[in-house]
């Protein structure tokens, strides 16, 4: 059984992965991907920390909540308090890549409730911030390529 990236949207998370686990057959091997800390994706903590200061805490709260999960230690703890023993916490490195800062921005806003949250003025002003701060991460054909790690823990039932 796999769970990509959804593990942290849950309300009761315990309950999630205990019944992960009590549906997988015996001898099934559970894998959970979630992001590593936002400190990993620096790219998303600059839009965080932007977030914050033109939109407010609730703004950047929506967009740091992916990264809920990424302390390792807490993670592992999350697998124990569901009754899975044994599992294993391994940190990927990874990055992502988007067309270009303006439809990182574009997704980031409009899939998410910051989409009904800002207004057309807070988002340009998101935008224009994001393009100054975010120029770092720009390649030569335009795109965006930003560090994002993910922590993937597997378990095997027995």
Request: aromatic fraction near 6%; hydrophobic fraction near 50%.
């Amino acid at each position: 059984m796999i769970s990509q990236f959804a593990l942290m949207y849950f309300p009761d998370r315990v309950a999630s992965l205990s019944q992960m686990w009590r549906t997988l057959a015996p001898a099934g091997r559970l894998a959970v991907a979630v992001w590593a800390p936002i400190n990993r994706a620096r790219g998303y903590q600059i839009l965080v920390d932007i977030a914050a200061r033109q939109c407010g805490g609730e703004a950047a709260a929506v967009l740091s909540a992916p990264f809920v999960l990424g302390d390792q230690a807490e993670l592992a703890k999350l697998f124990i308090d569901s009754g899975i023993s044994g599992a294993s916490v391994i940190l990927h490195e990874g990055s992502i890549r988007f067309p270009s800062i303006k439809e990182f921005i574009r997704i980031e806003v409009k899939g998410s409730p910051l989409a009904d949250m800002l207004s057309d003025e807070l988002m340009e002003t998101l935008a224009t911030e994001s393009e100054r701060s975010l120029a770092e991460f720009v390649v030569p054909s335009g795109e965006i390529i930003m560090p994002m790690d993910a922590h993937v823990v597997t378990a095997n039932k027995r």
